[in-house]
């Protein structure tokens, strides 16, 4: 079995025990929306994210939600390398609550993004293990952590059309298989 560069150093990572001093930390139930520790200035020039809208972050592919306007909650487990479900179908105009509970043994994030969103995060996240340093969601109202049996919340507006992803981009993980599809439709 051919291993991805990507997944021998989470391997390496974890032995070396570097990997626990990169992941994040989780987020209570309670903390709707928010992602854990300091803002990171580099998310805000993240590709498909567009500068602030009159205090806010919009997004290619959505916006944030507001706990007043929730259409629906879905309930996500982040698994050791998946998300149950794998796909969820929503609305243009729908507004999520998103619970999302670690039944892993490892540190886990969840991050609603198009494609070019979502491999930015990833390149960052790595970028930031190999210096040693943390990768912070912040603010980012599109992304949180979760610790291994933990619960965090994400409120999400769909405000367009089409296919995007909710990944794990804790590196190797989304490699390893941590991915999802959110279909968006009329």
Same mark, same amino acid.
């Given at each position: 079995?051919? =291993?991805?560069?990507?997944? #021998?150093?989470?391997?390496? +990572?974890?032995?070396?025990?570097?990997?626990?001093?990169? #992941?994040?930390?989780?987020?209570?139930?309670?903390? +709707?929306?928010?992602? /854990?520790?300091?803002?990171?200035?580099?998310?805000?020039?993240?590709?498909?994210?567009?500068?602030?809208?009159?205090?806010?972050?919009?997004? !290619?592919?959505?916006?944030?939600?507001?706990?007043?306007?929730? %259409?629906?909650?879905?309930? =996500?487990?982040?698994?050791?390398?998946?998300? !149950?479900?794998?796909?969820?179908?929503?609305? =243009?105009?729908?507004?999520?609550?998103?619970?999302? /509970? %670690?039944?892993?043994?490892?540190? *886990?994030?969840? /991050?609603?993004?198009?494609?070019?969103?979502? !491999? !930015? *995060?990833?390149?960052?996240?790595?970028?930031?293990?190999?210096?040693?340093?943390?990768?912070? *969601?912040?603010?980012?109202? %599109?992304?949180?952590?979760?610790?291994?049996?933990?619960?965090?919340?994400?409120?999400?507006?769909?405000?367009?059309?089409?296919?995007?992803?909710?990944?794990?981009?804790?590196?190797? *993980?989304?490699?390893?298989?941590?991915?999802?599809?959110? +279909?968006?439709? %009329?």
């Amino acid at each position: 079995m051919i =291993i991805s560069s990507a997944l #021998l150093r989470l391997s390496l +990572a974890l032995q070396m025990g570097v990997l626990g001093s990169v #992941l994040l930390l989780g987020v209570p139930a309670g903390a +709707a929306g928010l992602g /854990t520790g300091d803002s990171d200035a580099s998310m805000g020039s993240m590709p498909g994210m567009n500068p602030p809208v009159s205090g806010g972050q919009e997004f !290619a592919f959505g916006e944030p939600g507001k706990s007043s306007q929730v %259409n629906r909650v879905i309930s =996500i487990a982040m698994l050791e390398m998946s998300f !149950a479900p794998r796909s969820l179908d929503v609305k =243009i105009g729908e507004t999520i609550r998103f619970v999302v /509970t %670690n039944r892993s043994e490892l540190n *886990h994030d969840f /991050t609603i993004g198009d494609v070019m969103t979502q !491999a !930015a *995060h990833r390149k960052e996240m790595l970028e930031a293990m190999e210096r040693g340093g943390e990768m912070h *969601h912040g603010t980012d109202p %599109n992304a949180i952590s979760v610790e291994p049996g933990r619960k965090g919340e994400l409120i999400w507006k769909f405000t367009r059309a089409g296919r995007f992803e909710f990944d794990c981009n804790v590196p190797g *993980h989304f490699e390893a298989g941590m991915k999802g599809v959110v +279909a968006v439709d %009329n």
